[in-house]
């Protein structure tokens, strides 16, 4: 469980307002953009110690503080539960923004590090795969459904070579009922590796992490994604008719049948008969040690720079700005209300 904010007893000032605790971070370099917010380095004052601080602006979730709230109590659910899971170390309020403080994965993204490996190979693909299935069966243990699986959101701890897995950027997850998997309605999730039930507004719960499980799989081991179309429209015409291919041949010449059954049994249209995290990890891919036949690296670096990052990018940028809860909400000038208990603000120098 991540620590409480710091409880300090402060006079009020003369304006009922409290005064401004000091913070015990100052900000750094940015390091990239997640659902609903920036993450930024955050360098702990008294020890030097690097982290990553997610920081939420208070205007733009005006009327949707609740998707924050949502993932602070996730995070504090799952920190420091589960290894190949991102860790919530503290979390406070300034006047401007909301600040989670996680682990700095120094490791990178994982297309990052395919970009910088010498080689890689299926075994290679397989250890990334398994821990972030791991990763994903303790949520589904604790009816938490991620719902943003993606290449971005799966991060190196270190640079060392044996590193693990991280799960990050909670930012959509939500916990449901144990009674029903299929109970959340709202469209969300990356373009390309949302289920088919998302897209068709069926209602949807844990399947719908197996299924992007499925889609990263196809695109660490060729490059590319497997429903990929000339428009957004034909993509997911393909997702729900489940329209992919092993294709080019080339492509997938020196991959195990093996690892072709693990992703047609997690690219199942019924979200009932797809794979669960727990018989996934008893798949005879997961659990076999294929040969390091074939350098699997330069067939599929060359097809992420070619076909698929800078196009997922861009459609990820759109599909955020479409989403229902940015469409024609009005900026408010003031702050949110604070969804802290603990009312105290720290000083920060805000951007």
Not at 42 to 66: R, W
Not at 127 to 149: C, F, T
Not at 188 to 205: D, F, R, S, V
Not at 265 to 283: F, G, I, N, S, W
Request: proline share 6%; hydrophobic share 40%.
């Amino acid at each position: 469980m991540a620590p409480n904010p710091p409880s300090v007893v402060i006079s009020k000032s003369a304006d009922n307002q409290p005064p401004l605790l000091p913070c015990p971070y100052r900000t750094g370099k940015f390091l990239g953009q997640g659902s609903y917010a920036k993450v930024k380095e955050a360098i702990e004052i008294e020890t030097g110690k690097k982290f990553a601080a997610k920081v939420i602006n208070k205007e733009f979730m005006a009327g949707k503080e609740m998707l924050f709230i949502n993932e602070l109590n996730i995070l504090k659910k799952v920190s420091k539960a589960h290894p190949n899971l991102v860790t919530l170390h503290s979390y406070f309020e300034t006047p401007l923004n909301w600040y989670l403080i996680m682990d700095l994965c120094e490791g990178g993204e994982l297309f990052d590090r395919l970009y910088q490996k010498g080689t890689f190979y299926e075994k290679d693909a397989i250890n990334v795969i398994k821990q972030v299935i791991e990763g994903i069966a303790y949520l589904h243990d604790n009816n938490i459904v991620h719902r943003d699986i993606k290449a971005e959101n799966i991060m190196f701890r270190t640079k060392d070579e044996d590193s693990e897995i991280v799960i990050a950027d909670f930012g959509l997850s939500r916990f449901i009922n144990n009674d029903s998997d299929r109970m959340l309605q709202t469209v969300c999730g990356t373009q390309g590796y949302m289920a088919p039930e998302i897209i068709l507004h069926k209602g949807h719960g844990k399947p719908v992490d197996m299924w992007a499980i499925g889609v990263l799989t196809f695109i660490i081991l060729s490059g590319y994604c497997p429903f990929s179309g000339e428009t957004v429209a034909e993509e997911n015409n393909n997702i729900v008719h489940c329209n992919y291919e092993f294709e080019p041949a080339e492509f997938w010449a020196g991959i195990s049948e093996n690892a072709k059954d693990f992703i047609r049994k997690l690219l199942v249209l019924d979200p009932e008969k797809r794979m669960t995290a727990h018989e996934a990890l008893q798949h005879e891919w997961i659990i076999s040690k294929p040969a390091e036949a074939v350098d699997l690296l330069p067939t599929v670096r060359d097809n992420l720079k070619k076909k698929f990052r800078k196009a997922v990018i861009a459609i990820n940028v759109v599909n955020r700005l479409r989403t229902p809860q940015n469409v024609g909400r009005p900026i408010t000038r003031s702050p949110s209300p604070s969804p802290f208990i603990n009312k105290e603000k720290l000083n920060v120098k805000e951007e």
